[in-house]
């Protein structure tokens, strides 16, 4: 085959996906910059709720800035606007890029994006003027949830007609997880607003609930940009094909049952505790499948991470998802639930998950997303490197003071000569330790959207090669127009 | 299409299976849970008792489960007589039962600490009677009146010490207060005969 014939090729194929990835661009940038604008705003709610602990008697005259309504305002911001919209904006992208498609249904996705931040502001206001629900995960008033599950449905519409214009045969392993996300997140959100709870069946409906949110609506879309952008940015294949559709199956059949594990020791039935602690242990296949598939991608070129931001970001998450599930799985067992349930030690746990996976991997997608979109580069490296090293080194110590002080808390618990005021007294310094790391994170929350304001506004100066943290050593990633040849889209069948 | 429809709808079907076994299934077995002695349904006033826990958050402090003798030292705390049963929550639209001890289990509260006097003082300023905890003050379920200016039926609440209001002034409880006491005097455990 003549060579000239080849780049010829390599050019349509560059500027085809080009046109895939604009026709994203407004529904993408809309999802992203409101996940981010929720991320802000949560981020306030947690640094006042952590300091909260530290100053008892700090922003209490007033009943809509207390502790039991700021709280639920966090976990309501941050998972259903922060991960869910910017989650939705990083699929939707993939979504396009790996069926090689235009975008369908773009009104229906700006429209998603209009009705969402209704429902978030609706939610959000109602927590704080006392109009919580008061169950775990879904606190937001069900007013809220009657904009934000149409927005979700209308995700999935565009995301199946766009899947009916796809222009590959084979679809790619992000393409099952970020597809089944898109059938599992709003069936879940429906099938627990169902009014048919009440008492400890409740509770078990909500446990199903709040940890599949995790595990099938936040997870799938981090492992499936993980898949994506590890190899991608490498310019290497995925390890392995078979074990990547292996881990999607066991993820698909094992962790759907493993939530009532949250209510172990409570006054639910021996069988469905036995059942979520059997599964939660048969979560470490799709774990380590996962694990072992990424790690040898990776293996041999981790000093790449000096230079790409995303892959830092992306890699960062990675490794937290094999930490925080095998943590996971381990700690459903009953001897370890004994100590840790009722303590600190499972926030640090759910900050583990939620935010040094989930979160990490999608700034990681969103350095690697947009400058692709906007046609404009990062405008500064310093500043991503200030974002990654304040969420790092953040996250770092929030996890790990919440994981030793809520051990300490747990074996007080166990021990009645302990005296209750005593235990509290114990854990100050360790809820010290969770704002320090708090305010490092929010601070790393301010530099990236502002980033991404600027990136937005196409601000600065206009740059020709890609944002690394330092200049790449030639050949190293190859050109963004070069990026054809190595790109893991091309070899459908790998 | 084929490939596509196989993977979503074996994704769906997944689902779908625990979804039954462990939403459906136990709401629907509900109707033959009875209630525990001395369980019975809320009043009026318990009932908005109930509504300021929720609306204010404390299921994020306190739990509502005692553990089972064997499992944690929730019994050797004295935090109630038995484990807490299913029984024990059938007149629960919302389940309270919590994830985190930062505060202890209330389940059992009325046994423990039935003082209204207490536990007025407690919420309007945790620390005046439990010194270093926490827990938030809640001072906007109280008002701070001139001591002339109480009715009869007003209820007031003795705070001592640092915490005291100014000379001439006392604390006097709101309705949200009383209802949130008669919602606490609610969660009290009894022995079950076989």
């Known amino acids: 085959m003549p060579e000239s014939q080849a780049s010829e090729t390599e050019v349509l194929e560059a500027n085809w996906r080009r046109k895939v990835d604009r026709s994203t661009k407004w529904p993408v940038v809309a999802f992203i910059a409101s996940g981010t604008f929720w991320l802000l705003v949560g981020s306030v709610f947690a640094i006042i709720a952590s300091l909260k602990f530290n100053m008892p008697d700090w922003l209490v005259q007033q009943g809509w800035l207390t502790f039991g309504r700021v709280r639920p305002a966090h976990l309501n911001t941050v998972i259903y606007g922060w991960i869910s ?12 890029r790996l069926l090689k498609t235009e975008l369908r249904g773009r009104w229906l996705l700006m429209g998603s994006v ?11 206001i109602g927590i704080l003027a006392g109009y919580s629900r008061s169950i775990e995960w879904v606190e937001m008033p069900l007013a809220a949830f009657a904009f934000i599950v149409p927005a979700m449905a209308m995700v999935t519409a565009a995301f199946l007609i766009t899947l009916r214009h796809r222009r590959v045969h084979h679809l790619f392993i992000s393409v099952w997880y970020t597809g089944a996300a898109m059938i599992w997140g709003p069936f879940l959100v429906i099938a627990f607003l169902l009014p048919i709870y009440s008492g400890v069946p409740e509770s ?12 099938l609506w936040i997870t799938p879309i981090g492992i499936a940009a993980a898949y994506y952008l590890i190899p991608k940015v490498l310019g290497r294949p995925v390890y392995s094909y078979h074990l990547s559709y292996l881990g999607f199956w066991t993820l698909a059949l094992f962790y759907n049952w493993a939530g009532v594990h949250h209510l172990v020791g409570g006054p639910v039935p021996q069988w469905s505790e036995t059942v979520s602690i059997v599964f939660s242990m048969m979560m470490i296949i799709p774990v380590v499948v996962v694990a072992v598939n990424h790690h040898l991608t990776v293996v ?26 095998l943590q996971g799985s381990f700690q459903s067992l009953r001897f370890w639930q004994e100590v840790t349930h009722f303590t600190h030690y499972v926030v640090g746990h759910a900050h583990l998950g939620v935010y040094a996976f989930a979160t990490m991997i999608l700034f990681g997608a969103v350095y690697y997303i947009m400058p692709r979109i906007m046609d404009w580069e990062w405008e500064s490296p310093r500043l991503i490197s200030i974002h990654f090293w304040t969420v790092g080194l953040g996250i770092g110590m929030y996890v790990t003071a919440l994981t030793i002080g809520g051990t300490i808390q747990g074996f007080q618990l166990l021990d009645a000569d302990v005296a209750f005021l005593q235990i509290v007294e114990d854990l100050k310094p360790w809820l010290w330790a969770r704002s320090v790391g708090g305010t490092l994170m929010v601070i790393g929350h301010f530099v990236f959207a502002y980033l991404l304001y600027r990136i937005i506004r196409r601000s600065g100066v206009a740059q020709t090669g890609p944002t690394y943290f330092r200049p790449a050593p030639e050949g190293m990633f190859g050109s963004r127009a070069a990026d054809v040849k190595a790109s893991l889209e091309e070899r459908p069948g790998l | 299409m084929t490939r596509a429809l196989l993977i979503f709808m074996g994704a769906f079907a997944a689902i779908l299976m625990s979804f039954t076994a462990l939403a459906l299934v136990p709401s629907l077995q509900l109707a033959a849970i009875e209630p525990t002695e001395g369980t019975r349904n809320y009043t009026f006033e318990e009932r908005m008792g109930k509504q300021i826990y929720m609306r204010d958050g404390c299921m994020y402090c306190h739990t509502q489960q005692v553990r089972p003798d064997g499992f944690g030292s929730d019994m050797d705390r004295g935090w109630g007589p038995r484990g807490s049963l299913p029984g024990d929550y059938v007149y629960d639209d919302t389940h309270q039962l919590g994830t985190m001890r930062t505060g202890p289990d209330l389940h059992d509260i009325a046994t423990r600490q039935p003082s209204r006097d207490w536990q007025l003082a407690h919420l309007y300023q945790p620390r005046s009677v439990s010194p270093g905890s926490v827990m938030p003050a809640y001072p906007y379920l109280f008002e701070v009146k001139n001591e002339d200016e109480v009715l009869a039926s007003e209820v007031t609440v003795p705070i001592g010490g640092e915490y005291a209001p100014p000379e001439g002034q006392v604390v006097v409880a709101t309705e949200e207060a009383l209802w949130l006491y008669e919602y606490l005097m609610t969660l009290e455990l009894r022995e079950q005969e076989e």
């Open chain 1, 204 to 215: 078990m409906a909500n446990w199903w609930f709040a940890h599949n949110i995790l595990g």
């Open chain 1, 114 to 124: 209009v009705l969402w931040n209704i429902g978030m502001t609706i939610g959000t």
């Open chain 1, 300 to 325: 041999g070129h981790f000093k790449k991470l000096i230079y790409s931001p995303t892959l830092r970001f992306v890699v960062f998450g990675a490794m937290s998802y094999t930490a925080v599930s």
């Open chain 1, 85 to 96: 919209m910017t989650g939705v904006g990083v699929a939707t992208w993939l979504w396009a």
